[in-house]
């Protein structure tokens, strides 16, 4: 993997960014190799972190700059990986977990779903303030494409 990313943007934290960074991300998804499906899938992973991103590091503020960095994984088995970087408040590591599935209201399933699809989710705080999400998937083929991201199969616990 290159130290460069292959592509870097920076958008504020306005929902009617969200649908274009699903877009791209999709697309560089499909040009590293996965289907249309897990492209869509990983678009929707990132989805889930910029909207956390906006909810919750910059409460709904529209003005916070969010950083999306992207690579392919060279080495096999090949994949892509996702930086997402904000200045908005960070939060306590230990806290940041799946939400129970049977506590049924709702939203409140995001880090559940980045977990489902992503192969590594690891969340770090950023010198100088805001957070860091690194969201990693690897080929494969045991894919889990056109499954229910939200159905638990017992291969993971929902609770983080």
């Known amino acids: 993997m ?33 289907s249309d499906c897990e492209g869509n899938q990983i678009a929707l992973a990132l989805d889930e972190a910029l909207c956390n991103v906006i ?12 950083w999306i960095s992207v690579w392919p994984i060279d080495d096999p088995p090949n994949g892509i990986k996702i930086r997402i970087e904000d200045n908005g408040r960070q939060v ?3 806290t940041i977990r799946s939400r129970n599935l049977d506590d049924v209201r709702p939203g409140g399933l995001g880090v559940f779903i980045m977990k489902r699809i992503m192969d590594d989710v690891e969340y770090t ?27 638990v199969d017992g291969r993971e616990d929902p609770h983080g």
């Open 55 to 66: 909810n919750h590091g910059y409460e709904r503020r529209s003005d916070g700059p969010i």
């Open 92 to 94: 306590d590591l230990t």
């Open 125 to 151: 705080h950023r010198p100088g303030g805001g957070m860091q999400l690194v969201l990693t998937k690897r080929k494969s083929h045991n894919t889990s494409c056109g499954e229910d991201p939200l159905a």
């Open 2 to 34: 290159s130290d460069s990313p292959h592509l870097r943007i920076e958008l504020l934290s306005q929902p009617r960014y969200l649908a274009p960074a699903r877009a791209m991300v999709a697309a560089l998804s499909q040009r590293y190799g996965f």
